[in-house]
């Protein structure tokens, strides 16, 4: 079993910036694949950006390239989440899932085997 918790969730300003934090405990060896998502009211849960932990490569949802950095500190078993020029649209509530299984793809929901219990970011304009 994994277990996760997030943090940094804050109320900012529009083109302000957040940093998001991800402790990872238990079963942290068997990670492969980390990945933040966000879920907005009323709308599904949606990709934000994945790393593979063996390799450490990073990718991004269109919306947020250019403007989030993804990073997993294995030391720590923190996964991160750097996030600048907010803007309303990247209001949600961010979780953090790992995956310890086989699967093909960051980006899909199903793929991750366990989730945070999520942290809001509101950004107002």
């Known amino acids: 079993q994994v277990q996760l918790a997030e943090s940094g969730g804050d109320s900012v300003q529009a083109g302000g910036s957040l940093r998001l934090s991800c402790v990872a405990s238990g079963r942290t060896g068997s990670i492969n694949l980390m990945g933040w998502f966000r879920q907005a009211p009323e709308k599904e849960r949606e990709e934000v950006a994945g790393?593979?932990?063996?390799?450490?490569?990073?990718y991004y949802a269109d919306a947020v390239k250019g403007r989030f950095t993804v990073s997993f500190d294995r030391a720590k078993d923190t996964l991160y989440l750097e996030m600048s020029s907010l803007t309303p649209e990247d209001t949600g509530v961010y979780y953090c899932g790992a995956r310890t299984g086989h699967g093909y793809t960051w980006r899909r929901v199903e793929e991750y085997d366990f989730w945070g219990q999520g942290t809001q970011v509101t950004v107002s304009s």
């Open positions: 790393i593979f932990t063996p390799s450490g490569s990073v």
